[in-house]
């Protein structure tokens, strides 16, 4: 079935590095791809997402591209800051009805 | 502010109890959706909504799971004699019923269950 795999974490930068959270997918045909944040204490929010190949999401200084050759959707920031610290989840959508979700990577920030 | 709202929160249950949880959807959003988030894992799918229709269910929902949605605006999620394998945040988003799959699921904050 449709999958989502992700980078293990738990993930510690300092602040100002460079970010990348690596996201693969496995489908048939072409979902949607997303990626929530769930910050401490809070629900997941939808942070971009990107609907066809090629698609390059972006908020928050965050980015991800729609990489339909190599069924990727790597997370990126280039400058990260303490308040990024989170739980990052990928995401598929499967026949327009459930979000099939990576397992998740944490990020801590350090001043 | 109108966006997903669970109820309650927390819940501590023993083992062999009956619990429900309610969720309130945005208001107009048609589809509603519940997902389950075991301790450092990605949420799994349950079940969906469409009004008041319940259009699918994961093998993940066992006979004890029951969800209900009776006028198409709240839902309830009730699990009858809880296990302690029960033990996860609940999760309940919901979307506009609109064509496609890029729709954004919107989330409440959960519903975190502890099965003593």
């Known amino acids: 079935g449709n999958s989502v795999t992700q980078m293990e974490g738990p993930v510690t930068l300092s602040e100002e590095a460079f970010l990348t959270i690596n996201c693969t997918y496995t489908?048939?045909?072409?979902?949607?791809l997303f990626w929530y944040v769930q910050y401490p204490g809070e629900g997941l929010q939808l942070l971009l997402k990107a609907t066809k190949a090629d698609d390059k999401g972006s908020n928050k200084g965050f980015e991800a591209t729609y990489r339909k050759e190599t069924t990727s959707f790597h997370l990126e920031k280039g400058s990260v800051q303490v308040s990024d610290s989170a739980v990052y989840f990928c995401a598929q959508i499967q026949g327009a009805q459930k979000l099939v979700f990576g397992q998740g990577t944490r990020l801590t920030i350090n001043p | 502010d109108t966006g997903v709202s669970q109820d309650p929160r927390h819940k501590i249950t023993k083992r062999g109890q009956n619990v429900t949880f309610r969720c309130d959807p945005i208001?107009?959003?048609?589809?509603l959706y519940w997902y389950r988030q075991t301790l450092g894992q990605g949420p799994e799918f349950l079940t969906y909504f469409q009004n008041e229709a319940q259009l699918e269910k994961s093998r993940l929902l066992s006979d004890r799971f029951s969800a209900e949605r009776p006028k198409g605006s709240f839902s309830t999620l009730e699990i009858q004699r809880t296990e302690q394998g029960d033990s996860a945040m609940y999760l309940c988003?919901?979307?506009?019923?609109?064509?496609?799959?890029?729709?954004?699921?919107?989330f409440g904050p959960g519903t975190r269950l502890l099965v003593l």
């Open positions: 988003a919901s979307r506009p019923n609109r064509a496609g799959g890029s729709e954004t699921q919107y």
């Open positions: 208001s107009e959003h048609n589809r």
């Open positions: 489908a048939t045909g072409y979902p949607s």
